[in-house]
């Protein structure tokens, strides 16, 4: 049974390098967890399939394509899984990112996303997301605060060393897709600090 720290998966950089900087690998923190509707979109909109001869047998890296969107995931697995797709599908960081800017105003421009945010101002949609991030994860926390006019502040708490600074960056174009499509214009996220236990944000708009 081969190992993601075999020679032959060199090609998996940042995964190997997350992995190793948490204190027990992929088994570390059960208690976080994230809900599979997360990867059962990544798979409806990212070509996953060519993946599994370019990983090990142990541990398993990518959430299964047959994962339910109601059942929980370990969210080390999920986040390890972002970096398997940087990895091997993606040239870039930037490349990544924008296919979950597309992946995300897909998943938001469904009848029951517009009828929401045609009800929603951009500081309520990051409310709103704040909410939903609840919903779909265990073990991590999202706080948002108005820091006045047209701008809000983020916090995601986390076990150390859980969330990778490019997954932190992924989920801020989700909060920037839900503010544009609330209505803000000009919309601008920052990461403004990436750190073992906390990550924060600003998103402006006009």
Same mark, same amino acid.
């Given at each position: 049974?081969?190992?993601?720290? @075999? ?20 088994? +570390?923190?059960?208690?976080?967890? +994230? ?68 992946? @995300? ?47 809000? @502040? ?49 998103? +402006?708009?006009?």
């Amino acid at each position: 049974m081969s190992s993601v720290f @075999d020679a032959k998966f060199t090609h998996l950089t940042r995964t190997r390098a997350y992995l190793r900087s948490l204190p027990n690998g992929l088994a +570390s923190y059960p208690e976080a967890r +994230s809900k599979g509707f997360v990867w059962k979109n990544i798979h409806s909109w990212t070509d996953t399939t060519s993946l599994q001869e370019k990983l090990p047998s142990d541990p398993e890296l990518l959430p299964s394509r047959a994962v339910l969107a109601g059942s929980w995931i370990p969210a080390v697995q999920s986040f390890a899984g972002h970096l398997v797709l940087r990895d091997c599908l993606f040239s870039s960081d930037e490349a990544i990112i924008e296919h979950f800017r597309a992946m @995300d105003r897909e998943l938001m421009s469904s009848p029951v996303y517009r009828v929401l945010f045609a009800l929603a101002s951009p500081a309520m949609a990051v409310r709103g997301a704040s909410r939903s991030f609840a919903a779909m994860f265990q073990g991590l926390a999202l706080h948002g605060q108005s820091s006045g006019g047209n701008s809000v @502040d983020l916090a995601l708490q986390y076990p150390a060393a859980l969330l990778p600074s490019l997954v932190a960056r992924l989920y801020l174009v989700a909060f920037e897709v839900a503010v544009e499509l609330a209505g803000g214009k000009s919309v601008v996220g920052r990461m403004i600090g990436h750190g073992l236990v906390q990550t924060t944000f600003t998103i +402006s708009w006009e």
